[in-house]
């Protein structure tokens, strides 16, 4: 598509691609930094992300400000998106339908934005991202790199809302990829995956 920032935010607010169409308050595009080298994938909008239409919002948005606060960054230094751009109905997954609706919406944010890395937040992310070979779990804390950008898959903040324990390994993968843009440290370590 190619298309200008403009664009992109014209045809999100008017899509009706998609079911979820029918049932959204507000588009969730993006927010951030448009030029930013760290960008964060999560899989979709809540309903606090429905009302106030930016990503990452509620619960779980607000353990990853604490967690760039620890990071010493400001959240609008980085661009935060999700795979579908509307909430899906009491918090479910995305289906694959709606998935295929809104990837090209998401591949124009990272052509836009054109980030060094991208942390993916969540299997939703993981699989839509990479490919459906992917876990989460095997996944986490390796980096992928893929068509110039370094990956790094972790845990939806919303998983730790559930799982208190899996919040080191959700800080150390945010560290990671700090570190990553910061040059603080190379990536090319034991357990990182080149496609």
Same mark, same amino acid.
């Given at each position: ?23 959204? %308050?507000?588009? #969730? *595009? ?5 030029? !930013?080298?760290?960008?964060?994938? @999560?899989?979709?909008? $809540? ?66 934005? %054109?980030?060094? #890395? *991208? ?5 939703? !992310?993981?699989?839509?991202?990479? @490919?459906?070979?992917? $876990? ?60």
């Amino acid at each position: 598509m190619n298309l200008n920032w403009e664009e992109l935010e014209k045809q999100c607010e008017n899509c009706q691609k998609c079911k979820l169409a029918k049932t959204r %308050k507000k588009v #969730v *595009i993006g927010c951030g930094n448009r030029q !930013a080298k760290l960008m964060f994938i @999560g899989e979709g909008p $809540g309903a606090d992300e429905d009302a106030s239409g930016i990503p990452f919002v509620g619960r779980a948005g607000q353990l990853m400000n604490m967690a760039f606060q620890g990071l010493g960054i400001a959240r609008d230094e980085v661009y935060i998106a999700n795979v579908v751009k509307c909430r899906p109905p009491g918090n479910r997954n995305p289906q694959a339908d709606e998935v295929q609706a809104c990837l090209n919406y998401l591949r124009e944010q990272v052509l836009l934005v %054109k980030p060094q #890395v *991208i942390v993916l937040l969540g299997n939703v !992310a993981l699989k839509t991202i990479l @490919g459906s070979e992917y $876990g989460i779990t095997s996944a986490r804390g390796k980096w992928i790199q893929k068509n110039e950008i370094w990956y790094m898959p972790t845990f939806h903040p919303a998983a730790l809302l559930r799982d208190e324990t899996k919040k080191i390994d959700f800080w150390l993968d945010l560290q990671e990829a700090y570190h990553r843009i910061s040059g603080q440290k190379d990536c090319n370590q034991e357990g990182s995956i080149v496609q």
